[in-house]
């Protein structure tokens, strides 16, 4: 172990958690800790948005994408702009009328308290092993550097996660979002350029072997009704209509992220920061894949055997190939993303735990009380997502698991949300029975169909399963319900 690059990775862990908990006076209420007193500005949020779908599974698995395929994973990052777009026109308006705290707050509006626990339920069980994933990728790049096991690895980055994000809430969360994606960024830029310069022959090099393995390949417009057609993770239809209905379920119905909506200071910003993020989503998949491929090209080059577990490439390359403090940099750049992500995982399953069941059920205590509840509540789901971490081992390919285990919940959420703001008929009983009938289709097809498809079948199977039982069970909309696009 090198002590100079060792030295850099401590001192940024302890200088991030440091800078987190500054912000804990500023934790008067629990609209300062759950939405950051709505005063963050909207480049801020942007940033906080990327991050927030940003994680070490990002670093780690985009370039072992690259690194055996090719560019085609590109497809649904194009996807992820049109499901912007309509979260900007769809949801937004509905989220700043009057003042929420949760995406769940509004299904309480449109069909009742039950809808919003189930689906709020159903966010707390998504985020939880989603974020297990990610949690457990962490322990692959510690265990490189420090050579310590799993757990020891997993509890050293939650444990310092969990300190700043409960004393500083969610103002902690941006400002520490902002300063690790300019890290990962920057990180990444580092490693690209010291890659390439490994690399004999340089750029020309890259691009003659790259292209003579079809590395660069981006679009794949193959399109049938078989089954190999929808086994397929990255087409062009499976990209586009996945990745619109992936980011609509996720950016809009989710609390991880609509937090980041709801706490810009009005919706015109709150668009701008949704919108702008796609532009440093899209660069950053793109820098990451092409790091991929000069790992490929560097390993053909050298003649030298890659790792045998494709998640491990690019931090043994950064950890045994890079100089001395440089690569402890990067992988600071790498355990900063994996934070960022767990602290805005932790604040988005406290504020759905306290807003959404304890309030409503206990409405009367002053606010120093709730305030002090949220604050236990991040550290009793930071146990929790420790567990599921443990668990995680077992599921195989890290990227790909963490964006699977989500899809089959976000159709369930994404189908109620939009039968809510684009039916008026379906009541109560018809979104639950719709939310019921999306999870089984998805559970009983996701065997015979790539995880690209899963929301795009659960929230079909809701909403249509939740619009046909409703002309049997219709339910008159409240006068505070949301107001309808179509009737």
């Known amino acids: 172990m090198r002590i100079a690059d060792l030295g850099v990775i401590i001192a940024y862990l302890l200088f991030i958690t440091w800078f987190g908990a500054r912000f804990k006076e500023k934790q008067a209420t ?49 996807g992820y702009l049109l499901g912007r777009m309509i979260i900007a026109v769809l949801f937004l308006p509905h989220y700043f009328r009057g003042e929420m705290f949760t995406a769940y707050e509004l299904m309480q509006r449109r069909f009742g308290e039950p809808v919003r626990r189930f689906t709020a339920g159903t966010f707390l069980v998504l985020r939880a092993l989603a974020e297990g994933v990610r949690v457990f990728a962490i322990s692959i790049v510690i265990s490189i550097v420090l050579g310590t096991g799993e757990i020891a690895s997993i509890a050293v980055i939650v444990c310092l996660t969990l300190f700043y994000t409960f004393e500083g809430g969610m103002t902690a969360v941006i400002w520490t979002d902002v300063i690790q994606m300019c890290l990962y960024v920057g990180g990444a830029l580092a490693s690209f ?44 239809w499976a990209g586009m209509l996945g990745g619109c209905f992936l980011t609509t379920a996720s950016h809009g119905t989710e609390q991880l992220m609509v937090q980041r909506l709801l706490a810009a200071r009005n919706q015109r910003e709150s668009r701008l920061a949704l919108l702008s993020s796609w532009v440093v989503v899209f660069s950053q998949f793109t820098l990451f894949l092409l790091i991929g491929v000069l790992l490929y090209v560097y390993y053909r080059s050298v003649g030298k055997p890659a790792p045998a577990i494709a998640e491990r490439i690019y931090p043994e390359f950064i950890w045994n190939h890079l100089p001395l403090g440089v690569a402890g940099l990067v992988i600071a750049a790498i355990l900063a993303a994996a934070m960022s992500n767990l602290s805005a995982a932790l604040n988005a399953l406290a504020s759905t735990t306290i807003m959404d069941f304890v309030k409503p059920l206990r409405p009367r205590h002053p606010e120093g009380v709730y305030l002090r509840l949220a604050r236990w509540s991040t550290v009793v789901w930071g146990g929790v997502l420790f567990s599921v971490g443990l668990a995680a081992r077992h599921w195989g390919s890290v990227l790909e698991a963490g964006l699977s285990i989500a899809s089959v919940l976000y159709g369930a959420l994404l189908g109620v949300f939009l039968l809510g703001v684009l039916t008026r ?57 949301v107001p309808q696009v179509v009737a």
């Open 425 to 481: 008929r379906p009541g109560e009983w018809a979104a639950i029975l719709g939310m019921c009938a999306g999870l089984l289709a998805t559970l009983l097809l996701r065997k015979y169909v790539a995880y690209t498809w899963y929301v795009l079948i659960g929230s079909s199977a809701t909403f249509a399963t939740g619009y046909v039982v409703g002309l049997f069970l219709p339910q008159q909309v409240k006068t505070d319900a």
């Open 193 to 236: 350029f010291l890659i390439l310069h490994l690399v004999p022959g340089g750029w020309p090099e890259v691009v003659a072997l790259g292209t003579a393995a079809h590395k660069f390949q981006l679009f794949d417009f193959r399109f049938s009704f078989t089954a190999a057609f929808f086994q397929r993770n990255y087409s062009f």
């Open 30 to 78: 629990l609209k300062d800790y759950f939405l950051g007193g709505r005063g963050a500005p909207w480049w801020a949020i942007a940033f906080s948005i990327v991050s927030a779908e940003t994680s070490t599974l990002t670093v780690i698995g985009t370039p072992a994408l690259s690194f055996s395929g090719n560019f085609t994973f590109l497809q649904l990052i194009l």
